[in-house]
């Protein structure tokens, strides 16, 4: 069974930074898609940041390119996303998903986000 477990979330102040972290128990880190949604109260859930695992660009939503940089650890089969520059409207509570599909772009993420994990809460105060 494929857990994946966020954490890094917390408080910060506008312009400030944060780094998540998404273990994914079960899952090759090497062999599919995994990726970061956010999603703010009373809003829909939107895609931040995805990657193929395997190798190949990162694909990002417009609203965090430049700010925010995903990357893995292989070894530790671990999810990262470097958040910097962090504005008020980043505040969501971000989650994890992993799977596969011939496409791991925040378009198709229907199609491979099959595991998710809980969340971890990010507050931007400004």
């Known amino acids: 069974q494929v857990q994946p477990v966020e954490s890094g979330g917390g408080s910060v102040q506008a312009g400030g930074s944060l780094r998540l972290s998404c273990e994914a128990s079960?899952?090759?880190?090497?062999?599919?898609?995994m990726g970061w949604f956010r999603q703010a109260p009373g809003k829909g859930r939107e895609g931040v940041a995805a990657?193929?695992?395997?190798?190949?660009?990162?694909d990002y939503a417009d609203s965090v390119k430049g700010r925010f940089t995903i990357s893995q650890d292989s070894a530790k089969n671990t999810l990262y996303l470097q958040m910097t520059g962090l504005k008020p409207e980043d505040t969501a509570m971000y989650y994890c998903?992993?799977?596969?599909?011939?496409?791991?772009?925040?378009?198709?993420?229907?199609?491979?986000?099959?595991?998710w994990g809980q969340g971890t809460q990010v507050t931007v105060s400004s």
């Open positions: 990657i193929s695992t395997g190798g190949g660009s990162p």
């Open positions: 998903a992993a799977g596969q599909f011939v496409s791991c772009s925040l378009f198709w993420f229907s199609a491979w986000a099959k595991y």
């Open positions: 079960g899952y090759t880190l090497s062999t599919g898609c």
